[in-house]
């Protein structure tokens, strides 16, 4: 059997072997380094150029100095609030069935008030002030149109170029040949459409309704009423006499 001593001494001597090897390999490698050769490449000394160095620091686009920022005021962070709202909403509008119909609305509005601006049309009057052009304002037909010289009033209302007056004059005129003659009872606070309803059907009632048409148009609408436009209305009114 092999006792402990023989053991241990069995490893030390393979350690140092191993150790011994060791060291040869590391001398080996040195001597290695030492016969290696020297460097031989030429090294090129080089210098900035001063008027080089003047020039780029001199160059704008060089220059990454930050602006000094001002804190925001109470307004602009509310026009960003108010930017942001504006393009969340124009953003669901177009994203949804309810948004693009309320879009169609507006656009809708849009072209109609251009349309009422070409044409010069007072919309607050028509839509308020006239009822929707059925109504007529009571204060229309104050007149008593039985104390009235209606061919008179019509040439004076044509000399001054009113014709929008003289468009309502006929109509008036109209409706007094009509009371004359018993067909309608005259009364005011009545509209112009009463005034139709109470003929019967037939000409003068067809008549009486171009007549009242081109009333509503010229009072109600505030359309430019021009001399074409008056003898127009002036000969349906001409024509419509000679059927009473």
Do not use: C
């Amino acid at each position: 059997m092999i006792s402990a001593i023989d053991s241990v001494a069995f490893w030390e001597q393979q350690w140092e072997q191993e150790e011994g090897e060791r060291i040869k390999d590391r001398e080996k490698a040195e001597q290695a380094v030492l016969r290696a050769p020297a460097d031989s490449a030429t090294v090129e000394s080089r210098a900035f150029s001063a008027k080089r160095l003047e020039e780029l620091r001199k160059d704008s686009e060089l220059q990454y100095k930050e602006e000094a920022t001002v804190a925001e005021s109470l307004f602009d962070r509310f026009m960003k609030w108010l930017s942001r709202k504006l393009a969340s909403l124009v953003n669901t509008s177009i994203t949804t069935n309810w948004g693009r119909v309320i879009i169609w609305i507006v656009a809708l509005a849009v072209i109609a008030a251009i349309i009422l601006a070409v044409l010069k049309v007072d919309a607050f009057n028509m839509f308020f002030l006239g009822r929707g052009a059925n109504a007529i304002n009571h204060n229309v037909f104050e007149e008593n149109i039985h104390e009235m010289n209606f061919e008179k009033l019509i040439q004076e209302a044509i000399d001054q170029n009113d014709y929008r007056r003289g468009v309502r004059l006929v109509f008036l005129y109209a409706l007094k040949l009509l009371a004359d003659r018993q067909l309608i009872h005259w009364e005011q606070g009545k509209t112009n459409h009463d005034y139709v309803a109470e003929l019967n059907a037939g000409e003068l009632r067809n008549g009486l309704s171009d007549l009242s048409f081109y009333f509503d148009y010229a009072w109600y609408g505030n359309f430019t009423i021009n001399r074409e436009l008056f003898t127009k209305v002036n000969d349906t009114f001409t024509h419509w006499k000679t059927k009473l």
